[in-house]
């Protein structure tokens, strides 16, 4: 998919910095410098991430004036907390990190919080899920009175399936609590990508575009990440229905291949 190709209604197209996962961990880029090529290749909108700052001190504040300079929306800001511990003390700290998540957020305006449900193995999906629904009830009131929305992905774990998304928003029953829609995470988990978002599209908060290749490579086909348009997800079908349900809010482009990520942020 081009950068602006498949976009409508008053969705907006973005990216999130995690397209350049490599090169921040590499010290290839920060956050001003994705700003600056988000500027560049035309993106209104992006989604910052807590694992690029090198200091949180002063960074954060460069980062909304660039924003405002440039004219560029945040739309979400994004934490990777894990909810489903085994024990209260880490249960504790996870719940920690989305608080300050919470404040980060409103610090930079940004008006929905990228949330994980969380994930461990060792724990039953349903008892997993209570444990997710635990964690967003300790923090759902200061997200609340920040304005913030928290907006949880279906990120492979805790939710992973669209079924567990619906029963997330339904006993939360909140507008500070929504869902952040990852299409190509459905996708991974075994779900048909556009019946998934029919089931989730009324929640959504925000929406992940990633995109996936079949590999028959090997002993079992695998899903390959690849730059969003050149999978195998088809997106002219499944775009319109965040559109339909009245949905106005970012359709921020994550790639996760084996490119450059320069080269897969531009294409």
């Given amino acids: 998919m081009s950068q602006r190709e498949g976009v409508t209604g008053a969705m907006k197209l973005g ?69 489903v511990q085994t024990e209260k003390s880490r249960f504790r700290e996870q719940v920690d990190v989305v608080r300050r998540g919470i404040e ?11 949330v994980f449900g969380g994930h461990n193995p060792a724990i039953e999906p349903e008892e997993a899920l209570k444990m997710a629904l635990d964690g967003l009830e300790a923090v759902v009131e200061e997200a609340a009175d920040a304005g913030v929305v928290l907006a949880v ?14 029963w997330l928003m339904e006993e939360m029953n909140t507008p500070w609590v929504r869902a952040c829609v990852d299409v190509g995470n459905f996708l ?17 908060a925000h929406v992940h575009v990633k995109d996936y290749r079949r590999s028959e490579e090997g002993v079992q086909a695998q899903w390959l990440p690849c730059v969003p348009g050149q999978g195998d997800i088809d997106y002219r079908s499944i775009l319109p229905a965040f559109a ?18 320069l080269e897969a942020a531009r294409a």
């Fill in 188 to 204: 991974t988990a075994g779900e048909d990508p556009r019946e998934a978002v029919s089931r989730v599209v009324g929640y959504a």
């Fill in 153 to 166: 992905e279906n990120h492979g774990g805790t939710p992973a399936f669209s079924e567990q998304v619906a």
């Fill in 15 to 83: 990216m999130t910095m995690y397209s350049f996962n490599s090169y921040a961990r590499e010290g290839l880029i920060d956050v001003q410098g994705f700003i600056n090529f988000a500027a560049e290749v035309g993106l209104p909108t992006v989604d910052l991430v807590a694992y690029y700052w090198r200091d949180e001190r002063h960074e954060p504040d460069e980062a909304r004036a660039l924003l405002d300079d440039l004219g560029i929306e945040l739309a979400a800001y994004a934490v990777g907390n894990n909810f």
């Fill in 244 to 261: 339909a349900a009245g949905y106005e809010g970012a359709l921020a482009l994550e790639c996760e291949g084996p490119e450059d990520d």
């Fill in 104 to 114: 980060m957020a409103h610090r930079l305006r940004a008006p929905v919080l990228r």
